[in-house]
Nanobody, 115 residues
Framework: QVQLVESGGGLVQAGGSLRLSCAVS????????VGWFRQAPGKQRDMVAL???????TYRDSVKGRFTIYEDSAKKSLYLQMNSLKPEDTGVYYC?????????WGPGTQVTVSS
């Protein structure tokens, strides 16, 4: 059974940084697409950063140059380093793994950026 658990969210001032972590169990996620999505209040869930099944990193335009996605397969963990945070980055951040039988999502972690 694949399970994802996010951590690292919180309240931060604009310009600050946070690192989100996602602990993955039940799959190696090697060769799978993995990523982070964000849902702001009243809006749909949108892709923030993704590593495709062939290892290509792609980012939402609004976070390019500020966010970095990376993974540690040995630790079965996915990370999102977020720098120069802006109030519009506020939302619930979800970890995603597109492995067989999925996709799978974590419960989410709240990120709030104050101006």
């Amino acid at each position: 059974q694949v399970q994802l658990v996010e951590s690292g969210g919180g309240l931060v001032q604009a310009g600050g940084s946070l690192r989100l972590s996602c602990a993955v169990s039940g799959t190696t996620f090697s060769g799978d697409a993995v990523g982070w999505f964000r849902q702001a209040p009243g809006k749909q869930r949108d892709m923030v950063a993704l590593i495709t099944d062939v290892g290509i990193r792609t980012y939402r335009d609004s976070v390019k140059g500020r966010f970095t996605i990376y993974e540690d397969s040995a630790k079965k963990s996915l990370y999102l380093q977020m720098n120069s945070l802006k109030p519009e980055d506020t939302g619930v951040y979800y970890c995603y793994v597109g492995t067989k039988g999925g996709p799978f999502w974590g419960p989410g972690t709240q990120v709030t950026v104050s101006s």
